[in-house]
């Protein structure tokens, strides 16, 4: 019955990332937000929006380990998996200056959890708060910043990512709503299930929590990630797959991890400073010059990085053996 549960809570959580996703890009233009800022917020972090309910849950229950460890494992199977697929569907040519700017950060939202071990471990109040406060600088500089960019070709790109087809009649406003409302639902009913069965699958098997968090709650909740990214380089919008794992990264970090130790501060298992966090930090600064060679990330390249995710898990299993 756990597996079953477990598997159910996926499909929730796919589900209301889609609706809230739909519902919040209608909202967001009829609020006259610019179509980076839309991407950004909305469609970036709005697939990371499964994480956010999922840690938030966990740690509101007590259960610290999945919280932390699905915000680390989400990230590592961002980049490891994610962009690994979505290299081998189609080599992804990037943009070395689009991709500079927000990998640089991802390395230095990576790095912040460290941060902890300057308070025994404990990721309190204050650190997440500076982690928020972080993510929100961030989010006004990208605002500056798009302002700048080609908007409405961007707007067109994710329009087509989510598979909104452009129109000439706008959905009406209050079917939006509904939507974005209906979405927030399914997400808070999918983390409640996701974490209940996680945990009885864990404590059935005789595995610790902090490796379910890092493996089966993480790759669930990554996977309105997946699906974006692997449809974005079917259909050629490399710019697309790269920038949703990279902005999900910040998000995931300094948002998620942040906002969740404001509202119940965390203490970090020394495996994650050991082997999961330095694993996180390392495919981070790996990625960079991987995109960077010939400015693509080639089919040997994502080869290369779903080996070292299934080395990761290798380690993972030894450590928990």
Partial sequence: MPYILLVASLGLLTLGAELLVRG???????????????GLTIVGFGTSTPELAASMAAALRGQGDIAVGNVVGSNIFNIAVILGIAALVCPIPVKVAAVRREGFIVVLACAAPFAALLTGGRIGRVLGGVMVAGLVAYLHSAYRIGKRDAQRELLAELETEIGIAPTKKATPILWSIVFLAAGLALLVLGARVLVDSATTIARGAGISELVIGLTIVAAGTSMPELATSAVAAMRRQPDIAVGNVLGSNIFNILGILGVTCVVTPQT???QVFVLDAPVMLGLSVLV?????????LSRAEGVALLAAYGGYLAALFLVAV
């Avoid at 919040?24 to 839309?38: K, N, Q, T």
């Avoid at 960079?288 to 693509?296: H, K």
């Fill in 288 to 296: 960079l010059p991987l995109m960077f060679s010939a400015s693509r």
């Fill in 24 to 38: 919040s890009i209608e909202v967001a233009r009829r609020a006259g937000l610019s179509s980076f800022f839309i």
């Fill in 268 to 270: 970090v298992a020394r």
